[in-house]
């Protein structure tokens, strides 16, 4: 059995308004996937969002299908569930790091993404890490989403007091910093 260290796992947000959550899985083994699964949803749950599955059929279709859901749909965040088995070839290298550099990209503009695709040596590795009564890292991902919602909710409403402002004198069209 895999074992990890210990670590601070934060309380889950709370939230004045609905969530919305989109999981994009591939269930691409699919056992692993229905845990992965199990355990998002229970996350997400604790924290009152609401939750709607979009199967693809591979780790590397993740990013793009997330893409066409944070353009075009109404999700506050999304949680990237699959597996990628090391195998006897580089494919394994290559699904790992466009996957993961595919769903970088799309945080980095602005989307609220958990990484919940596992990568790892075996099969029993899966299984532990995708266990809701162990390493439950469909329901990290989850949580990992949660937090960026509240973190995006938080500093994104603001729109006084940061940045540059006008100044009370209208004939003056020069600005100064808040």
Do not use: W
């Amino acid at each position: 059995m895999a074992t990890a260290e210990q670590h601070h796992i934060m309380d889950t947000p709370a939230f004045d308004k609905p969530v919305k959550l989109a999981i994009v899985v591939s269930p691409y083994y699919k056992d692993i996937a229905d845990n992965l699964i199990a355990g998002a949803k229970a996350e997400a749950e604790k924290a009152g969002a609401t939750v709607e599955i979009i199967n693809v059929p591979g780790a590397l279709e993740i990013p793009p299908a997330i893409r066409i859901a944070f353009r075009q749909s109404n999700f506050d965040g999304f949680v990237a569930l699959g597996c990628i088995i090391r195998g006897e070839t580089t494919h394994y290298d290559t699904v790992c790091n466009d996957s993961s550099h595919g769903l970088m990209l799309l945080g980095l503009q602005g989307a609220n993404i958990g990484n919940g695709i596992l990568t790892v040596e075996n099969r029993k590795q899966a299984e532990v890490r995708a266990d809701p009564k162990d390493q439950n890292k469909g329901g990290g991902a989850a949580a990992a989403a949660l937090h960026l919602i509240a973190l995006q909710r938080k500093y994104g409403a603001s729109n006084s007091g940061v940045g540059f402002l006008p100044r009370s004198n209208d004939d003056d069209e020069s600005f100064q910093i808040a």
